[in-house]
């Protein structure tokens, strides 16, 4: 480690090491440097306790007048070390952390990891296909449960108080499915290496059906409050511009691309878990502004409903079919079960270990506390979140640890583009721009 | 790239009680990939090699792993060979850099990951550039992609690679005093034991894993 003197921060020796004085960070030399310019100029620091910034978010804002000369983001107010700590974890163990990175979606940070953990393993044909059924329904009620929270909290940001306390009602339909299946309603690490945690509780195929139903219906009723609604349409028609050029370059993806009128989802071009046995429709837009990305995030809702139901008819015929690969070296030995007080140890697997088969006690002990070996090598897998395209950089040393993670996190590429479409706009036309980008902090800083 | 490695625990001092001290695993890297590489990665070379002549010297590895393609390039001839594969071959995003660290690796300790996606052709290839720890200096892909800005800083930020000619490196997700880029192998995880019941569970980093 390097020592520099600071220029923010005057620092002292203690017998604890080195202590830092930190005054405000960049501030007070941001305004001497302003108060030496010629010209006047406003800067106006927004978040990163702002209401309006979509969590912790920082926006440095250059004014003249009512409009944005310059606009940088600052980040990192939630950086956790994910990646850093998944280092000292096995491979399994991982998903407990991945699943909290975006923590609006969580399915797809659980699904982009392990279907690197599978192609690392070579194993990726090897996962059951009412695995890959589950997984492709619980990725698709997430999207929903996203876009409701995106759509909900960009209407609140701008002003609309209804559209949010609907799709709040709505999201919580979906997170009742998720606590049913997994026993939780965020943050599951439901999705494993090699299939999924659990099967499906008895009856979840006909919850899933009039969920499926209750939800089209009440998607209806919100479409009304929005779609076509004047004082909507005068917030977001046209702002927050951003073309295929700038998208492209900017490494943009998810709904702000497909507001550029390019097709670019990769359940379609790039199929993973069987996406390619599904109909849908990949929904776009060519106003390349706020109310586009707005009007695909309300289509998809429809096209994840269907891709629900074909899921829900395809488990019918899947009953009691394997959920993990058969390979006892790499499916998590420690079956969960549901009980009365929610998810937990299945009684069924500690009574056969503990009571009749000293071959499966020393297996579990061996599995949980080492884990498996993934051959050495690098993967990048990436998966259609939400907010675009979410991939994982994996590399392995041979050991039962990942060497190291990296998350290419579409809100960190997605937020990027938040100079490019706020530079010369209204001030408050960047709340709504924002909005639309629908960055999650916890994935922007990891 | 990965060292051999020896024994089963992670124990260090104590001796391996395990029984398998005399293990040995081999570190199984990726070798260079011979032709036919397969699917559309021998289009790709071929596309590459044809538009950009200095292939050869450019190109120090061909890799193709796990239906993956890997180029390792030189970092003289990064920008060069970004710019062709971006104008000529249609790899229109990048999606992104991410730093690895091999302290084994001597002289090219620090890796920077380049993921690259071809929407025109659907295509996707990765380039990686190794650097040595002692001059981290590798050119900035901002010029070509423009998102490379923020992906540069934060493995600048994380691994203290420098990128020449970027508009602004600085740290990202570290405040921006921090000292010291906590992705290195070298960088401690930290944490503190924690008491229970008269017993210490020491922080994750300290326990004894299995490698």
Redesign the interface.
């Known amino acids: 480690m390097s020592t520099y003197a600071d220029p923010y921060a005057s620092s002292r020796e203690t017998t604890e090491g080195t202590v830092f004085s930190v005054t405000g960070g960049d501030w007070d030399s941001l305004v001497t440097e302003i108060g030496q310019a010629k010209e006047e100029r406003v800067v106006v620091n927004m978040g990163p306790q702002h209401p309006s910034t979509h969590g912790v978010l920082r926006l440095v804002l250059e004014l003249e007048g009512e409009t944005v000369t310059e606009v940088r983001c600052g980040i990192g107010y939630l950086h956790t070390g994910i990646e850093k700590n998944i280092e000292f974890r096995n491979w399994t163990q991982a998903t407990t952390f991945v699943t909290r990175m975006d923590y609006l979606a969580p399915l797809f940070n659980e699904a982009a990891y392990c279907l690197g953990v599978e192609k690392l393993l070579g194993i990726t044909n090897d996962v059951p296909e009412k695995a890959n059924v589950i997984r492709v329904m619980m990725m698709e009620f997430n999207r929903i449960s996203s876009h409701m929270v995106a759509l909900g909290t960009g209407a609140l940001e701008l002003g609309a108080l209804s559209p949010m306390i609907f799709c709040f009602r709505e999201r919580e339909k979906v997170l009742d499915i998720f606590e049913f299946i997994s026993g939780l309603r965020m943050n599951m690490a439901y999705i494993r290496p090699g299939g999924v945690a659990q099967d499906l509780p008895a009856g979840t195929v006909d919850k899933i059906l009039a969920t499926v139903k209750d939800l089209r219906h009440s998607f209806k009723d919100n479409e009304k409050l929005l779609v076509g609604n004047s004082i909507w349409m005068k917030r977001t028609e046209g702002i927050g511009y951003l073309d295929l050029a700038g998208a492209t370059t900017l490494g943009v993806t998810g709904p702000v691309i497909r507001a550029t009128g390019l097709p670019l989802d990769l359940r379609k071009i790039q199929p993973y878990s069987g996406y390619e046995n599904y109909k849908f429709d990949v929904v776009t837009a060519d106003t390349c502004d706020v109310y586009g990305r707005f009007l695909i995030r309300i289509n998809e809702l429809e096209q994840s409903l269907r891709i629900i139901e074909q899921c829900a008819e395809k488990l019918k015929s899947l009953e009691g079919a394997p959920v993990m690969v058969a390979d006892k070296k790499i499916a998590w030995p420690a079956q969960l079960a549901i009980g009365a007080d929610g998810m937990g140890n299945s009684l069924n697997h500690i009574r056969e270990i503990m009571g009749t088969s000293m071959e499966s006690l020393i297996h579990h002990f061996k599995l949980v506390t080492e884990g498996f070996r993934v051959p050495a090598g690098q993967v990048y897998s990436a998966v259609e979140s939400p907010r675009g395209e979410l991939g994982a950089h994996l590399v392995s040393d041979g050991g039962t640890r990942p060497y190291r993670v990296h998350f290419r996190e579409p809100s960190f590429n997605n937020l990027q583009s938040t100079s490019a479409m706020c530079e010369g706009s209204m001030v408050a036309d960047i709340i709504g721009a924002v909005a639309s980008i629908d960055p999650v902090m916890g994935g922007v800083d990891r | 790239m ?1 060292q051999d ?1 020896q024994g089963m625990f992670g124990a260090q001092g104590t001796g391996d009680t395990s029984g398998y001290g005399g293990l040995v ?1 081999s ?4 070798g260079s990939a011979q032709r036919p590489f397969g699917g559309y990665f021998d289009q790709v070379t071929d596309d590459l090699e044809r538009a950009y002549p200095d292939f050869a010297d450019a190109i120090e590895r061909v890799v193709v ?4 393609l ?1 180029l390792h390039i030189k970092r003289e001839r990064l920008v060069e060979v970004a710019l062709i594969l971006r104008d000529k071959l249609k790899f ?5 850099v ?4 091999y302290p084994d690796d001597t002289n090219r300790e620090l890796h920077a ?1 380049y ?1 690259l ?1 071809s ?1 025109t052709n ?1 295509q ?1 290839i ?1 380039l990686e550039v190794s650097v040595p720890d002692v001059d981290p200096h590798i050119p900035s892909l901002v010029e070509v ?7 540069e800083r ?1 493995t600048f930020d994380m691994f203290g690679i420098i990128f020449d000619g970027h508009p602004g490196l600085t ?7 921090w ?2 880029h ?2 290195r192998k070298d ?1 401690a ?1 930290g944490g503190i034991g924690v008491e229970y019941k008269g017993a210490v569970v020491p922080p ?2 300290d326990r004894r ?3």
Request: hydrophobic content about 30%; cysteine-free.
């Open positions: 990965t490695q695993a570190a199984a890297n990726a792993d796990r239906g993956e890997t229109e995003m990048s999606m992104g991410s730093g690895v660290h990951v993921h996606l929407v659907n996707r990765r992609w423009a998102g490379s800005n923020w992906n934060e740290r990202i997700l570290m405040p921006d005093d000292q010291g906590p992705q960088y995880l994750p980093s894993t299995y490698k």
